[in-house]
């Protein structure tokens, strides 16, 4: 599906009228960005439109796929980051909230100056969500934004932050907790 004719009508359906051609859309870019990013990166822009439409699929969908983009176009990737936010404080949608915590962590992870910007909604997302159905995924993404090139005062707050759970908790979370601490770099 490197074929950018291919591509393109599917990239134009985010923004149709009809909500199920909208969902199979952003299932479809977000399956070939899981192949192969680079094709779809081109649609960032399209991708980044479709986080406002009204449907959850779609805008989880389009996440997703945008933080598979931050590999391949990390600064057209980082226009979503106003969308992201919105999403992570969604409150009718924990898969749209997980996919934005996923882009936070992805994003942030690549340079310092971007982590210092999306830190605070990563914190916030942290207090706000430990608990609920999503948490064990969004620690998945901590983990991996704990590995990324973190600016010292984050590596600090985050340590902080997870402190408690590695400490006091129990089970899994104890030992996801004690993981990410472990793993900044």
């Given at each position: 599906?490197?074929?950018?004719?291919?591509?393109?009508?599917?990239a134009?359906?985010?923004?149709?009228?009809?909500?199920?051609?909208?969902?199979?859309?952003?299932?479809?870019?977000?399956?070939?960005?899981?192949?192969?990013?680079?094709?779809?990166?081109?649609?960032?822009?399209?991708?980044?439109?479709?986080?406002?439409?009204?449907?959850?699929?779609?805008?989880?969908?389009?996440?997703?796929?945008?933080?598979?983009?931050?590999?391949?176009?990390?600064?057209?990737?980082?226009?979503?980051?106003?969308?992201?936010?919105?999403?992570?404080?969604?409150?009718?949608?924990?898969?749209?909230?997980?996919?934005?915590?996923?882009?936070?962590?992805?994003?942030?992870?690549?340079?310092?100056?971007?982590?210092?910007?999306?830190?605070?909604?990563?914190?916030?997302?942290?207090?706000?969500?430990?608990?609920?159905?999503?948490?064990?995924?969004?620690?998945?993404?901590?983990?991996?934004?704990?590995?990324?090139?973190?600016?010292p005062?984050?590596k600090?707050?985050?340590?902080?932050?997870?402190?408690?759970?590695?400490?006091?908790?129990?089970?899994?979370?104890?030992?996801?907790?004690?993981?990410?601490?472990?793993?900044?770099?």
């Amino acid at each position: 599906m490197s074929d950018k004719k291919k591509i393109k009508p599917i990239a134009e359906m985010l923004s149709c009228s009809k909500r199920v051609e909208r969902q199979h859309a952003a299932a479809a870019l977000h399956a070939l960005a899981q192949a192969d990013p680079k094709p779809v990166a081109p649609y960032l822009d399209d991708l980044v439109d479709a986080l406002s439409r009204p449907e959850a699929q779609t805008r989880w969908e389009a996440l997703e796929t945008i933080t598979l983009m931050v590999d391949v176009d990390s600064k057209g990737a980082a226009k979503a980051l106003d969308e992201a936010e919105s999403a992570l404080f969604d409150e009718e949608s924990g898969p749209v909230r997980l996919a934005a915590m996923r882009y936070l962590c992805k994003l942030g992870s690549t340079t310092p100056a971007r982590c210092d910007k999306v830190w605070p909604l990563i914190d916030e997302g942290i207090q706000c969500y430990h608990g609920d159905l999503e948490f064990s995924d969004m620690l998945v993404a901590l983990y991996d934004f704990a590995g990324g090139k973190l600016s010292p005062e984050v590596k600090q707050a985050l340590r902080d932050r997870l402190e408690f759970d590695a400490t006091n908790g129990k089970g899994s979370m104890q030992r996801r907790a004690q993981q990410i601490i472990d793993n900044i770099k």
